[in-house]
C-alpha cells in the first residue's frame, strides 16, 4: 500500500490500494432549484454581485451554461449521458484542472469535479479542521499552499462559469479503520459543514483577501459528493439529504442501468465496466484500472501505454454496451494524477474526444444528470430501470416508452437492487479502490 502524499506545495489526491471504492447537446424548462430551508439565495439579476460572508463566495445569479430539462417525448429513445468526474480536484503544478477545463470547453463536456475541502485550508490553519474520530489538524492528504489555494480558486471559478459542477470530495480521505465507514450521519455532517466553510473562508483562511470571490453560494451549488474510499454510504445518505445534497456518487458499485434513488437521493454508483484481456470487469475508475494492472502508480515504464490502452478500450466497451443498448448513463471517476506516466489522463482525454461528440450523446455534470431525471414522468423512469445491462427494448424504444397501460406494474424509483447482467456474464471484480 502506498501512503498517500502530504499536500503542501500543490495537490496530491490520497490512494490506497487496500481502500475499497470508485457532450454536447440540450435540455430543455428551468432546472429545479436546490431550496434549501433557511438557505434560499437572494434574488439577483445577472451579473450582480452579492457577497457573502468574508466575501470568499458571491451570489451572481443562476449559473450559466447550463441546459434545460424536458420530459422524454413519448416513445422516444433517451440521450445517452455520460459523466466525467474528478475526485479531489485542485490545481498543481501538473495543471490538470485547467488543461481539463479545455478539454470540455473543445469537446462540449460540462464534468463535475469534487473538491476536498482541505485544499483551499493553509497547512498554517490546519488546526481549524476538526475531522470526526482523528485529532484536530489531522489530514490523510495534508493540506494547502496559498498558492495551491489561489490557482484551486481559480480553477473552480472558471469550471463554474463554464457550466461545470463543483461538488465535494469531503476533507480529510480518511479511509479504514475510525475512517469515513465508521462515522455517523451527525459526523457526516459535520464533515460536510466543514467542507462548506472552508469554501466559504479561504480569502480569511489563506490571507488572499484581494483575490476575486468565487461566483456562487457553495450552500445552494453543493448538491452531491463522492465519499473518499467510496466508504461509508449508509449513514452518509441521511447527512447529504439533510444538508440538501440532491444524489451521492458514493456506492461501491454499480451496474450500467438506470439510475434510482436511495433514501430520497439519486444514487449515482461508480459502475462495472469490461476490462478488455481479463475474464471480470472492474469499476469505472482510473485507480481501479491501475490497481489491476500494475498495483503501483510507478509501474513498469515499457507497460505504460498498453496500460492506458486497456483503460480506454473499457471505457469505449462500456459505453457501447450502454449507447446500443439501454442508454443508461455511463459514469466515469478520475484523479488529476499523472499515475504510471499520465497514461490514463491521455486515455480519459482520448474517451472524451470519442464519446462527446457523438450523436445522442451528453457529456453532463451529476447535478445536470439529476435536473433531467427528475423532469421525466415517473412511469418513464421506471420503464428505463426495467432494462438490464445492454440490454435493447425488445420491440423497440417507442413500444417500450409509450403509455403503459393500465394494471401494469412498474418498479418503484427508489428501492435498492433492480436488473441484472446477462446470464452468464462474469462480473467479478478484481481490487476496487479510489
Known sequence: MEAPAKVTAGIAAAVALAAIAGCGGAMHGNPPQNARKGRVAPHAP???????????????????????????????????????????AGED???????????????????????SGVYLLPEGKRELYAPPRHAVGTSAIGFNDVGGIRDTVTQMRGAWQEGHEIGTHFNGHFCGRRGVG????????????????????WKTNAGLQSEEPLPFDYSKELVGGRAPCLEGQRNLIPAAREMGFRYDASSSGGLQIWPRKTGGIWDFPLQEIPLPGRHFETLSMDYNFLANQSGTTHGTRALHAVW????????????????????????????????????????????IKAICPKKGVRCVSFKQLADWLDAQQPEVLARLQELSVGESPRDGWAAHLSDAPDGVPHAPADRPGGPVLPAGADVRIRPAVE
Open 46 to 88: 445577472a451579473q450582480t454581485v452579492h457577497l457573502i460572508g468574508d466575501g470568499s463566495t458571491a451570489y451572481t445569479g443562476e449559473q450559466p451554461n447550463q441546459p434545460t430539462p424536458v420530459r422524454l417525448e413519448p416513445g422516444k429513445r433517451p440521450p445517452q449521458f455520460v459523466v466525467f468526474s474528478w475526485d479531489g
Open 93 to 115: 503544478g501538473q495543471k490538470l484542472f485547467s488543461h481539463f477545463r479545455a478539454v470540455g470547453r473543445k469537446y462540449q463536456a460540462a464534468m463535475t469535479f469534487f473538491l
Open 182 to 201: 465508521s462515522w455517523t450521519s451527525d459526523e457526516w455532517v459535520s464533515e460536510i459543514e466543514q467542507a462548506e466553510g472552508f469554501v466559504k473562508n
Open 308 to 351: 492506458g490502452k486497456q483503460m480506454l478500450a473499457g471505457v469505449m466497451q462500456g459505453f457501447e454496451r450502454a449507447y446500443r443498448g439501454n442508454r443508461a448513463p455511463l459514469f466515469i471517476g478520475d484523479h488529476f494524477e499523472s499515475w504510471n506516466g499520465g497514461t490514463y489522463m491521455a486515455a480519459v482525454e482520448e474517451a
